[in-house]
């Protein structure tokens, strides 16, 4: 599995929001939705093995984490409105610091960037803090299958999630040389991956 | 300039849409929608140096091209709804064979796939198409900051569209080892023409 985090820091923690205005009165919910996009379709068909984690820190209720997982996910479509929808849908139920499932392969809680990225310390996961100052991602050996990937939003990441995230990060990383927003990185985080996962194959099949 | 032409097969070529039904009404126009924000959307800004050619084939008038020209691009933003509302607005105007601006940076006129790739070639632009049975883009060496690329749609392109292309065109080239959409091809494309670019600054600095 391969996790990448967003966090949105106006994205609105209520399903009360019109899927016509995702970016106004949802809190820049498209960028999400856009995320959600970019990490999970392919031409023909779905990335499996991936979950997306998005931390909602808008109001009225900061602090909820929707995971969208690659390999139970059902009724999503590329389009921003379908998983905007799927977001309205987590955000009406309750969360409590336990997932629960709003729709197959969407699950919702209580948390935020610390707990997220505790998860992942635990199970050593190897983290990546996106950034455009970080080492050229193409030069980066130790990328793996597994990798979880921190993005921020249109207002980047404060310098306090900066410190909680480098601090267990593995390294930071850029996609190239211009900054890209974070719906178009993970594009280009993904096509490394699958070029590597390529290579992987081809040199398994010539041993 | 760099050029990139989608194919819409189904794409409305009327304003009479709903915003709300990108998908389905409008004849699959969010693909065109999401090909607009890659093609043209920087972290901080826009990319002025390309245009976006969307070719419109559906019902009830087939056969309209709408340009949308990042140096004179306004009242763009990154959500599909945005670049669906000037996609709507040029459709709401007379189209001629002749070019006529709807909104700034946003242009109509009648025409298909040939004329443009006419008009490319007459330029002496070189074309490319966006094929995953094509040559890998990071082994191509002559791609050049003024290209021109061709992609399809959900449907791909017709067997009659690839003949055309072929015929003018300097090659096929394939973005990784799966396929992906077009939105999604577009951000590796020029993820890569911006490395090249900055080889070439670096190169010329050296010098």
């Known amino acids: 599995m391969k996790d990448f985090v967003i966090i949105g820091h106006k994205a609105l923690t209520t399903g009360d929001f019109s899927l016509n205005d995702l970016p106004g009165s949802a809190g820049r919910m498209d960028i999400l939705c856009r995320c959600i996009n970019t990490a999970l379709f392919l031409s023909h068909g779905m990335r499996r093995d991936i979950n997306v ?46 997932e629960s499932q709003s729709t197959p392969g969407v699950w919702i809680r209580r948390g935020g960037l610390a707990k997220l990225l505790g998860e992942f310390t635990e199970n050593n996961r190897r983290i990546y803090y996106l950034h455009e100052d970080g080492e050229d991602m193409r ?46 990185c993970i594009i280009i985080i993904l096509n490394e991956l699958d070029r590597i996962g390529q290579k992987q194959t081809e040199s398994q099949a010539e041993t």
């Open 139 to 184: 030069n980066t050996s130790t990328l793996s299958d597994d990798a979880v990937f921190i993005l921020g939003d249109h207002m980047g990441v404060t310098e306090e999630e900066e410190g909680t995230i480098k601090a267990v990060s593995a390294g930071t990383l850029s996609i190239g040389p211009l900054s890209l927003h974070s719906d178009h």
């Open 53 to 98: 984690h998005l931390v909602l820190l808008g109001e009225p209720d900061p602090g909820k984490i929707i995971r969208f997982n690659g390999e139970q996910l059902r009724y999503l479509s590329p389009d921003e409105r379908s998983s905007g929808s799927l977001i309205k849908k987590a955000l009406e139920k309750d969360a409590t610091p336990f």
